[in-house]
């Protein structure tokens, strides 16, 4: 998933920064003579990024003479929840462009994407993509309105390491809150590190508090999204954990104020035992914080009370509602090269693993695939000569994460909810006195007013 989550945790609610607009597209795109078909598509760097913005080029130049059928018109236009409704309004918006998973649902119940059954089945792509996953983009009736290109799922980051010198067994990391609680306090009284630690600031304290609370049952928003639902009994057992793994067993540490940087940076550093995280971690850990790839370890998200789910993020691709089949099209075509190609075509797929160990970077990580298990299977096989990672090191995740359930962020206002119920995680983890109902109630009024806005 690249960095989508450590992006997400940074704050942001999609894999990119916001920058303006730098011309006005077309909505619906044009055919040319010929029977060439033309399509405006988002999200090219912009020039402060030549690097990138080179590379996206080259990809449109390699699109376009690969089907000179198809004329591409590039724009930097980016996924924006706060000028989107005006550009879509204003037919302002490119015929493709990259969104995050919270939003296909408030998408497709407002008519402002297209349905993309008909030429995701005769393409055959539909049967190619993982339909865990799909789910985020279909309506009750299965009709998809999006295709998923990156997609992670939250699971527990352990120090096998830590866990070996504690007594631990490094090849069975916890399986529920209960579990994950009596491990770290082993860890803690035979190690003296912290058996476990959790995200608090820069809106990671909300964003994992929310991981948390789904694991225990809860929720954050109601369906629709219109009143905070946080104020419940599995979110008030989440905190009184964390609450008690703090000043009861004191298996957390002294250090209260981590975000994915801090918690990162003391992870490598062999100072705390278990954290919350994606599979992508393993290169900011091992190749950007010099943890040795043997201490690394990762399960699924320990559940407590049932087996309830855990935290999914990622992107999708929507096509204008505008767009006529012909550009449907072209615009499965377009994002099925752009984005999915290494899934689905060997000789991507090798390039692209190659290019990765040329470049010293971690290839064949696993995570929570976007296309479907038989042709994940199929791709592994294509770069198993490449692969750079210990993945028996990530078997306990991968075992698990391609059928637990997975759950989307909040589907309104993600980022200024985690911002909100940041204050509760550190006050929490702050004081041993603190009145847990009383901060969930008074940070679910602050959500309400916003989600009342």
Known sequence: MNRFAIRCAAGLSVPFLLVACSSAPSATGDSGSGGQVTITVGDRPTSSDPANRASYDKRVADFEKANPDIKLNPVETLWD?????????????????????????????????ADLTKVLKDDGLMSQLNPNVLK???????????????????????????????????????????????????????????????????????????????????????EDGSQASFDDA??????????????????????????????????????????????????????????KSSAFGIGPMPQQGGDHGTLSGGSVQIVSPNATDAEKTAAIKWIKFNYLNKYVNQDAAVTAAKAGVAGKLPVGTP????????????????????????????????????????????????????????????????????DIPALLTKAAGTVNAKLGR
């Open 81 to 113: 929840p706060t000028t989107f409704q005006a550009q879509a309004a204003g037919g302002q918006l490119p015929d493709v462009l990259n969104v995050p998973f919270t939003e296909p649902q408030g998408l497709i119940a407002r008519k402002q994407v």
């Open 136 to 222: 985020i983009a279909q309506d009750q009736s299965g009709n998809v309105f999006a295709v998923p290109t990156a997609a992670y799922s939250v699971g527990l980051v352990y120090n096998r390491e830590l866990f070996t010198k504690a007594g631990l067994d490094p090849d069975k990391p916890p399986t529920t809150w209960d579990e994950l609680r009596q491990d770290a306090k082993q860890i803690a009284q035979k190690t003296g590190q912290a058996g476990y630690a959790q995200m608090t600031t820069n809106n990671t304290g909300g964003w994992m508090f929310t991981t948390q609370s789904y694991a225990f049952g809860g929720s954050i928003e109601n």
């Open 367 to 434: 995570g929570l695939p976007v296309v479907a298990a038989d042709q994940w299977a199929t791709y592994q096989s294509w770069i198993k000569p490449y692969v750079n990672v210990p993945l028996d090191q990530f078997a306990p995740y991968t075992k698990v994460a391609a059928d637990q359930k997975i759950i989307p962020e909040p589907p309104v206002k993600a980022q200024e909810v985690y911002a909100a119920l940041d204050p509760v995680v550190q006050t929490v983890l702050g004081n041993a006195k603190a």
């Open 234 to 291: 599995p979110s008030k057992a989440a905190l009184q954990l964390l609450h008690d793994m703090k000043w009861v067993d004191k298996s957390m540490g002294q250090a209260v104020l981590y975000d994915i940087d801090g918690i990162s940076k003391a992870f490598a550093a062999g100072k705390i035992g278990m954290f919350m995280s994606a599979p992508d971690a393993y290169r900011t850990l091992v190749n950007v914080n010099g943890l």
